[in-house]
């Protein structure tokens, strides 16, 4: 099994908007968690006064395989020794308070990213950015800054990348793509409607498209072929747009890169060369 953790994250972000019969099993399971990973399907159902034929829906509207892959997150969770909890700040608190609590959730915040990254799908975006003719990132307010790292990044290796913001630019931009281009979507909520809308254009065009969200289903999701996902946690008070979310996605680009790097490692190693180079001489 490729994943062997994320279960409880999963479940927790994806709880409340569960149908009913759905809902009473994930939420036994985070009430229970050593226990549901001993039970059957018929069994949890039974406890969770269900069915085993809900439990198998659960499985699928949380995106898995399986019942089977649900109890193996699951477990990979409780062989933690501590669960880090996201933690806010108080009024005039004390900066080492602040340090602390700011570091510890950012943390948290990427183990849960990773946690819940699927390696198949992260394999297919690298395939789809290592042919395409070119790249274009999208994001909206505090997403953008991710999509101009990546811009930034993979210019440097020789990818005809762009990022925007304003989405009629981009509109413009994906007007002229086609098979063979790529668009990578990147929100929060995965409910931007103008990344949602650019998207679809995308889509109409037949470019391959990609979003990078957090867990579940949304309207990025509908017109992505590739999906990433970012920490699903729940935002505290000060844990805003501009905190947690920028941290998940600008680690997901960095696994992007870092993987497509390692595919095109020898052309990665001589592009990245030139450009020390060239940006050396503008020092000299």
Same mark, same amino acid.
């Given at each position: 099994?490729?994943?062997?953790?994320?279960? =409880?994250?999963?479940?927790?972000?994806?709880? &409340?908007?569960?149908?009913?019969?759905?809902?009473?099993?994930?939420?036994?399971?985070?009430? &229970?968690?050593?226990?549901?990973?001993?039970?059957?399907?018929?069994?949890?159902?039974?406890?969770?006064?269900? #069915?085993?034929?809900?439990?198998?829906?659960?499985?699928?509207?949380?995106?898995?395989?399986?019942?089977?892959?649900?109890?193996?997150?699951?477990?990979?969770?409780?062989?933690?020794?501590?669960?880090?909890?996201?933690?806010?700040?108080?009024? &005039?608190?004390?900066?080492?308070?602040?340090?602390?609590?700011?570091?510890?959730?950012?943390?948290?915040? =990427?183990?849960?990213?990773?946690?819940?990254?699927?390696?198949?799908?992260?394999?297919?975006?690298? +395939?789809?950015?290592?042919?395409?003719?070119?790249?274009?990132?999208?994001?909206?307010?505090?997403?953008?800054?991710?999509?101009? /790292?990546?811009?930034?990044?993979?210019?440097?290796?020789?990818?005809?990348?762009?990022?925007? +913001?304003?989405?009629?630019?981009?509109?413009?931009?994906? $007007?002229?793509?086609?098979?063979? /281009?790529?668009?990578?979507?990147?929100?929060?909520?995965?409910?931007?409607?103008?990344?949602?809308?650019?998207?679809?254009? $995308?889509?109409?065009?037949?470019?391959?498209?990609?979003?990078?969200?957090?867990?579940?289903?949304?309207?990025?999701?509908?017109?992505?072929?590739?999906?990433?996902?970012?920490?699903? $946690?729940?935002?505290?008070?000060?844990? #805003?747009?501009?905190?947690? #979310?920028?941290?998940?996605? =600008?680690?997901?680009?960095?696994? =992007?890169?870092?993987?497509?790097?390692?595919?095109?490692?020898?052309?990665?190693?001589?592009?990245?060369?030139?450009?020390?180079? $060239?940006?050396?001489?503008? &020092?000299?």
């Amino acid at each position: 099994m490729a994943h062997t953790k994320g279960g =409880l994250v999963i479940l927790k972000e994806m709880v &409340n908007r569960l149908p009913p019969s759905e809902r009473k099993i994930a939420e036994y399971i985070l009430n &229970n968690p050593e226990e549901s990973i001993l039970l059957t399907a018929l069994s949890l159902g039974e406890k969770s006064q269900t #069915s085993s034929a809900a439990v198998i829906r659960l499985c699928k509207s949380l995106g898995l395989s399986g019942f089977q892959e649900l109890k193996i997150r699951v477990a990979g969770d409780l062989q933690e020794e501590s669960r880090n909890e996201y933690r806010d700040i108080e009024p &005039n608190e004390p900066y080492r308070n602040i340090i602390n609590k700011v570091t510890s959730n950012t943390i948290q915040t =990427l183990k849960e990213t990773i946690d819940i990254m699927s390696e198949q799908q992260l394999e297919e975006a690298v +395939s789809a950015l290592s042919n395409a003719k070119s790249i274009i990132f999208i994001g909206v307010g505090a997403s953008y800054i991710a999509a101009s /790292d990546a811009e930034q990044k993979f210019t440097r290796i020789n990818k005809h990348a762009f990022s925007f +913001s304003d989405a009629h630019m981009a509109a413009t931009s994906i $007007a002229n793509k086609g098979p063979g /281009d790529v668009v990578v979507g990147i929100s929060f909520s995965g409910n931007t409607k103008e990344t949602s809308k650019l998207l679809e254009i $995308a889509k109409q065009k037949e470019v391959t498209t990609i979003s990078i969200t957090k867990y579940g289903n949304s309207q990025l999701s509908q017109y992505s072929d590739i999906q990433l996902h970012t920490s699903a $946690a729940k935002e505290a008070t000060f844990r #805003s747009g501009a905190t947690s #979310s920028r941290i998940a996605q =600008l680690h997901v680009i960095d696994v =992007l890169f870092m993987s497509l790097a390692s595919v095109e490692y020898d052309e990665t190693i001589q592009y990245l060369d030139e450009t020390r180079k $060239a940006i050396s001489l503008l &020092n000299d």
